[in-house]
């Protein structure tokens, strides 16, 4: 059975602090909460005309994969109260999201609102880089879909995904490629099945720039390239490689993965 990590974000304007204790009870029978961040009060977003909201987050390590835990956190919002309108913006109870889920971003919103962000970069601060990327933030669901192509192409989840180059951590979008590299174990057990899913599923480009995948065993930190997904590759050693340079952001699993 996988341990998975997440960070779940975690709001309320109605009886704020005993609904906040409420949740955390529940959120404690079917995960052990490690961390919480400080809870601070912000003023509300988008429709003003109601209470301030009580806002933070708990660190968890649960056995659930994430479309599970999602289900199980409506499920306690539903307890506690939550009456969901056609305004997703009106007082509640309790919000509960899983907004990060070993370390890959599953929330938009963590990107643009601090009361998330910032609480987030407490008990994470390795998320920093990601956190602040610009590109992965305006082109956050096609940079996911990559992703979530990656994992899928495993049989066993990777130690890491990072994104890496000038693309991750330039404002703007120059030229070269959109690059990934995955940090795995025993890379030549499953090597061409990777290559073969990848070249079926993986998105060509993001925002015209090509992507590019590479990948690292983990033991003998030894990159291979795929230069198109499924193609001829080439092998090269990454001397260099740091998981908290500026020009590699953590999208995925270990942050330090050697």
């Given at each position: 059975m996988r341990i998975n990590s997440a960070i779940i974000g975690v709001g309320s304007n109605i009886k704020p602090e005993e609904n906040i204790i409420k949740a955390e009870k529940e959120i404690a029978s079917l995960a052990s909460i490690i961390r919480k961040s400080d809870f601070v009060y912000t003023k509300p977003l988008l429709y003003e005309n109601q209470d301030d909201f009580l806002n933070g987050v708990f660190q968890i390590y649960t056995s659930y994969e994430y479309p599970e835990l999602n289900c199980r956190l409506k499920e306690i919002e539903h307890k506690l109260g939550r009456v969901r309108t056609g305004n997703k913006n009106a007082p509640r109870t309790i919000d509960l999201d899983p907004v990060v889920f070993n370390n890959q971003v599953k929330d938009k919103d963590v990107f643009s609102r601090d009361f998330i962000k910032i609480p987030v970069l407490d008990l994470v601060p390795e998320l920093y880089n990601t956190l602040?990327?610009?590109?992965?933030?305006?082109?956050?669901?096609?940079?996911?879909?990559?992703?979530?192509?990656?994992?899928?192409?495993?049989p066993a989840s990777p130690v890491s995904v990072f994104g890496a180059g000038h693309w991750f951590y330039c404002s703007g979008l120059p030229e070269g490629d959109v690059g990934f590299f995955v940090v795995i174990e025993n890379i030549d057990e499953y090597e061409n099945k990777i290559l073969l899913e990848l070249k079926k599923t993986i998105p060509r480009s993001i925002a015209g720039s090509p992507v590019r995948v590479r990948l690292l065993n983990c033991e003998e930190k030894e990159v291979r390239r795929d230069e198109e997904p499924g193609s001829s590759h080439t092998r090269s050693h990454l001397s260099q490689f740091t998981s908290n340079s500026p020009s590699h952001i953590l999208l995925y699993g270990n942050p330090r993965p050697f």
């Open positions: 602040t990327c610009l590109n992965y933030d305006k082109y956050f669901y096609e940079v996911k879909e990559v992703i979530e192509a990656i994992l899928a192409a495993l």
